[in-house]
């Protein structure tokens, strides 16, 4: 599977930004699919999963109530649509995959098998 993300940016503080995650290749296979972020000088955290089967969301808590992960099976599209941006939200946004899915959205970066490229999102303030 391959993963390509697209959407970022720079917004000013407040403002929103969808981003997209499109996969290709193998994408017969169900899978799940998360969102997660790194800062400069800061390791990578998770910010938003989707299962296959329900589309269950799982979210950190630094991001819930102001991002929306959701998914189109069709377009084999992941999104993730963020609101109320502020600077502490600046980072490259990567999309993930698992073709192993779970039930319940994966939290973990290291559940993940592939991984998107990242694409830039900088918050002004």
């Known amino acids: 599977v391959q993963l390509q993300a697209s959407g970022g940016g720079l917004v000013q503080a407040g403002g929103s930004l969808r981003l997209s995650c499109v996969a290709s290749g193998r994408t017969f296979s169900p899978y799940d699919m998360g969102w997660f972020r790194q800062a400069p000088g800061k390791e990578r955290e998770f910010v938003a999963a989707?299962?296959?089967?329900?589309?269950?969301?799982g979210y950190a808590n630094s991001v819930k109530g102001r991002f929306t992960i959701s998914r189109d099976h069709a377009k084999n599209t992941v999104y993730l649509q963020m609101n109320s941006l502020n600077p502490e939200d600046t980072a490259v946004y990567s999309c993930?995959?698992?073709?192993?899915?779970?039930?319940?959205?994966?939290?973990?970066?290291?559940?993940?098998?592939?991984w998107g490229q990242g694409t830039q999102v900088t918050v002004s303030s």
């Open positions: 993930a995959a698992t073709s192993q899915p779970a039930g319940k959205p994966r939290t973990v970066a290291y559940d993940y098998n592939y």
């Open positions: 989707i299962t296959w089967a329900t589309s269950s969301t």
